[in-house]
């Protein structure tokens, strides 16, 4: 599986936006890009998906690089809500993997009031 | 629409009993549901897939025999930890995807917290 590479943990502040970047320099054709994020004791929820285009939706924006190595979660306006663990997955809808998603470490995002 | 709900939230259970975990799909047909472990501060890790129908293919490393899934149906999905121990204790969480390949994204339970005493 193509794997991502994402930073620890960030910080924000309430009311400013945040970008949560994610590398994923081996990522194939058939590989989307999928953003899902988790509160503390619940089960993950999903946030936004794309493959080459960038894609604006009620939660978040996502920007994809050119190349496709690389990938910015863009929250536009954090609120407390938002803090959570964020999960950049790599999903591929090739072959008899049933799209099945592979979690990383993801990024711990912390909003300040 | 596409919620996917778990039963039971929490369940405690002494060593060397079975626990079963249902995951259902409330208003969607599930074609895939994929069933998740994980262990406190760290990621989830991906135990099996489950299409309806068929035997369920594990990840390797997780024991087809102590963790029995069905799938009788598009919108159910069970989980059974047979002999349970300690060390299965764990925060297991599943998911259902709309479709059997396609780029929709899977739609996570709540999760169950096992605790075996």
């Known amino acids: 599986d193509a794997k991502t590479t994402q930073p620890n943990s960030m910080e924000s502040n309430e009311e400013e936006p945040v970008h949560l970047p994610c590398n994923h320099s081996?990522?194939?054709?058939?590989?989307?890009i999928h953003w899902y994020r988790q509160l503390p004791s619940q089960g993950p929820e999903y946030v936004i998906h794309?493959?080459?285009s960038n894609v604006n939706n009620r939660m978040a924006s996502l920007a994809i690089a050119e190349d496709r190595k690389s990938s910015t979660l863009i929250l536009h306006r954090a609120t407390l809500r938002d803090a959570a663990v964020y999960y950049c997955?790599?999903?591929?809808?090739?072959?008899?993997?049933?799209?099945?998603?592979?979690f990383g470490q993801g990024t711990i995002l912390t909003v300040h009031p | 629409g596409a919620v996917v709900s778990q039963h039971p939230s929490r369940v405690i259970c002494k060593s060397g009993t079975s626990v079963k975990i249902e995951c259902r799909s409330l208003?969607?047909?599930?074609?895939?549901m994929f069933w998740y472990r994980q262990f406190p501060k760290q990621s989830l890790m991906l135990m099996a897939t489950?299409?309806?129908?068929?035997?369920?293919?594990?990840e390797q490393g997780v024991e087809k025999d102590k963790f029995l899934i069905n799938h009788a149906s598009l919108t159910l999905s069970t989980l059974t930890v047979t002999s349970a121990h300690p060390e299965d204790s764990s925060f297991y969480i599943c998911?259902?995807?709309?479709?059997?390949?396609?780029?929709?994204?899977?739609?996570f339970g709540p999760g169950t917290r096992l605790t075996v005493t």
């Open positions: 997955i790599l999903r591929d809808v090739g072959g008899t993997s049933y799209g099945k998603l592979t």
């Open positions: 489950s299409n309806e129908g068929s035997k369920a293919t594990y």
């Open positions: 998911s259902a995807s709309k479709r059997l390949v396609e780029t929709y994204e899977q739609y």
């Open positions: 081996t990522i194939s054709g058939t590989d989307y």
């Open positions: 208003d969607f047909q599930a074609t895939t």
């Open positions: 794309g493959l080459t």
